[in-house]
């Protein structure tokens, strides 16, 4: 099994830095010539089955992929992103700053939101899923950055803080290979090279 991980490109709140979490979020001028270059650099890589998330700067990164696709693109809820409850549309940096200080950051769940923890069983989910139905498939997953990494983490069997550590920028490319005994091989990681140095994303953080 070939599993490809994508996440979105740039938004107007990355930009400004704003958390996004389940907010639909708009797609900037670098975002959407961003997702053009993963639609090229996808293009001659035909897959089987065809995942994105039902949020808009997910689902419009998708769309711009799927033009060169012949699988049918199927949203489901289980790659949203995290969901940040009250805390939503707020300053990223000050969230995240704040969050990583706490006793146990991977298990705070801010009011109507989920946790870390959260995520990653969410992840687990959908990995599980895909895993068993097309097992000796290729599929593409396009997603958000928070839930592609706890993907990243459950098929490589990592911790949820292992996986909170996991770079994933703007419109990079991840592929792993599955074998029949779940074994996991990372073969691309965190890819931008597709984009040039003049789409590459600069984020205000690290966190």
Known sequence: MIITLVRHGE????????????????????GVAQS??????????????????????????????????DAPLVTDPLLRERNFGIYQG?????????????PDPFSHKPEKGE????????A???VRKIKKEYS???VLVVSHGDIVRMC???LQG?????????????????????????QCRLVKFNDVSHLGDELKSNNKSEL
């Open 90 to 102: 707020t300053n990223r940096t000050k969230f995240y700053t704040h969050e990583r200080s706490l």
């Open 36 to 69: 053009h270059a993963l639609a090229k650099e996808l293009k001659d890589h035909q897959f089987d089955f065809f995942f994105s998330t039902d949020l808009k700067r997910g689902l419009d990164t998708a769309k711009a992929i799927a033009q060169f696709q």
């Open 11 to 30: 938004t107007t709140a990355n930009e400004s830095d704003d958390l996004q979490g389940q907010l639909p979020g708009e797609l900037s001028e670098k």
């Open 136 to 138: 000796d498939r290729s």
């Open 152 to 154: 990243l983490g459950v």
């Open 124 to 126: 687990a989910l959908f």
């Open 115 to 122: 946790s870390f923890a959260d995520l990653y069983n969410r």
């Open 158 to 182: 990592l911790t949820v803080e292992e996986s909170c550590r996991l770079r994933q920028s703007n419109a990079c490319i991840n592929v792993l290979h599955v074998d029949e005994d779940s």
